[in-house]
Each structure stands twice: as C-alpha cells, then as structure tokens.
C-alpha cells in the first residue's frame, strides 16, 4: 500500500524557517517524480514545487522561487520541503504527493494526509 | 484568481446527474494538455478522481466520468449520491507550472 506521510509542520513567526519531510512508503520511491502542493485555509489548491525521480530536475512556483527548496534523498525513501523566509500568506495544509509520469501532463495519484503550517506573530 | 475557472458550486439531488466545467486557455488546455480531477471530501486530501482527460483509476465509481473539449473539461457524476458531497479540483499544465482551476463545491440536496 502506497504511504506518504508527512510530519515537519507547526507555528513559526514571519521571516522564520521550516523543514518539512515526508516518508514514503509501498513502492519504489526512487522510481517516482515527487511534489508539494499547498492548500490555504478555505482557499483551493497550489502547486508548490516538483523534484525528478534522480533529483536533478526541480521546479517551483513563482510564489516560492528564491525562499523554498525541494529536495529528496532516494536512500531514506524521503522527501523534503525547506521553507525560508515565511511569509503569512505561506500558511497553508502542505501535501506531500506522488507523481506516475505517466501521460502527457503530469498529475497526482496518491497524496499523503498533509502537515499544517501556519505562519504568525 | 486562478488560470483554470470553475464554477464556486453546484448542486444536484439523489440520483440526479451534474457536470463541473473547467474552462482555460490556449496556453494550458488548449494547447492540448491534458485534464485530471480530483475530489476532496470534508477534512480530508484531497484523491485522484479522473486522469488524462477521461480515464478513472482503479476503485472510482464509473458514474464519474471526465471529457475534454478544446480550451475545456468536465467532469460529469450521474446517479448522485450523498456521498459525493465534496470539493472538486481540475488539474492541467500551464508554461512550466502545474495550475489547478478554484474548485467547486458539489451539495447533494
């Protein structure tokens, strides 16, 4: 059974730093393209940032270039989100979410159950 | 203000059939990328419903169907049930970035 669970989450004041992972589990995680996606309270969802299967390839939003860093470590079968420079607006649920590199366009097949951040004075 | 436009909600009774439309553009679906949905029930992630467009992975009910039309989608539930009560997202590609559409609010009368 595919797992990902995501743990790192908490109250942090603006301009502060987080480092959030994320565990896999179920299936070959060095096979697979990996992803964060936000979503603010009440609000919809976002896309946050993408790392390649070797870790080479990496995108992220325009919301987050230059404060976020994705990154992952095949060996650990994990999965990380460093978090500089938080603003309020960075306050969302951050979801942890596989990729099947499978099609034209990529998509998510399994999310994890997500950690909150809330950033605040 | 999202690049893929949803309507806020919708709503239908028991049994009844609704669709969600997905509207973007020449540069996202347009431009041939495909669509995927995803449904978010109450306090909950949100779980892949419909992918490429039109195909259901595997569990997913087949009264959930998805289809793609120029610079469009949607996704159509036929046999509502109280159960499908949830948040609906499209998900396409836009200029190097994954862009979802607002969502819509789906209430089973």
């Known amino acids: 059974e595919v797992q990902l669970v995501e743990s790192g989450g908490g109250l942090v004041q603006p301009g502060g730093s987080l480092r959030l992972s994320c565990a896999a589990s179920g299936f070959t995680f060095s096979n697979y393209s990996m992803n964060w996606v936000r979503q603010a309270p009440g609000k919809g969802l976002e896309w946050v940032s993408y790392i390649s299967s070797t870790g080479y390839t990496i995108y992220q939003a325009e919301s987050v270039k230059g404060r976020f860093t994705i990154s992952r470590d095949n060996a650990k079968n994990s999965l990380y989100l460093q978090m500089n420079s938080l603003r309020d607006e960075d306050t969302a649920v951050y979801y942890c979410?596989?990729?099947?590199?499978?099609?034209?366009?990529?998509?998510?097949?399994?999310w994890g159950q997500g950690t909150l951040v809330t950033v605040s004075s | 203000q999202s690049v893929l436009t949803q309507p806020p909600s919708v709503s239908g009774a028991p049994g009844q059939r609704v669709t969600i439309s997905c509207t973007g553009s020449?540069?996202?679906?347009?431009?041939?990328?495909?669509v995927h949905w995803y449904q978010q029930l109450p306090g909950t992630a949100p779980k892949l419903l419909i992918y490429?467009?039109?195909n259901r992975p595997s569990g997913v009910p087949d009264r959930f169907s998805g289809s793609k039309s120029g610079t469009s989608a949607s996704l159509a539930i036929t046999g509502l049930q109280a159960e499908d009560e949830a948040d609906y997202y499209c998900q396409s590609y836009d200029n190097r970035w994954l862009i979802f559409g607002g969502g819509t609010k789906l209430t089973v009368l």
């Open positions: 490429g467009n039109t």
């Open positions: 020449s540069s996202n679906i347009g431009a041939g990328f495909d």
């Open positions: 979410v596989r990729d099947p590199q499978s099609g034209v366009t990529p998509y998510f097949d399994y």
